[in-house]
């Protein structure tokens, strides 16, 4: 079992050294303060020493983990695979039904896939995760999202 999480945290690692050279070729800085590659290398790199404790742990086994920890179940394959289709889906029509429809959509999928069953909260939680988030980003950021053929 050991081995297994051990192979988990090198790919992690190879996984965060990647973000980190991809990120390395934006910039850093530019003249507002943080620029475009900023973020994604330092958190790279915290992601990075943070995967070398865990191997190192593992290595002198005060990691805590046990045996049934990476174990698979059926519920659980199947809740990844729902929502990982869900999230396929809202990007192959966010460009068509623009960024608010596809993730009220998507949002509220994945609620349901992941078991929640209080559609007041559902449909809140959706609406405030697609319209609130586009407004944040559109209006407040300047950051231009897809509007879609309905145009909102």
């Known amino acids: 079992m050991k081995r297994s999480w051990q192979v988990a945290t090198v790919a992690l690692l190879a996984v965060f050294a990647f973000f980190a050279f991809e990120s390395l ?47 698979f179940d059926r519920a659980g394959t199947r809740n990844v695979l729902l929502v990982l289709a869900g999230l ?25 896939v992941l078991g ?7 449909a809140l939680f959706a609406v405030v995760g697609s319209f609130g988030v586009f407004h944040v980003f559109s209006s407040l950021l300047k950051v231009p999202l897809p509007v879609g053929v309905f145009g909102f």
Do not use: C, H, K
């Open 116 to 122: 929640a069953r209080n559609w007041v909260g559902i």
């Open 88 to 112: 396929i889906a809202a990007t192959a029509v966010l460009e068509l039904a623009g960024f608010r429809i596809a993730m009220l959509l998507a949002i509220a999928y994945i609620l349901i």
């Open 25 to 71: 070729r934006l910039s850093l800085v530019d003249a507002l303060g943080p620029g475009p590659g900023f973020f994604p290398f330092w958190l790279s790199m915290i992601g990075g020493v943070l995967a070398v404790i865990l191997l190192a742990q593992l290595q002198r086994g005060t990691a805590g983990v046990d045996a049934g920890m990476l174990a």
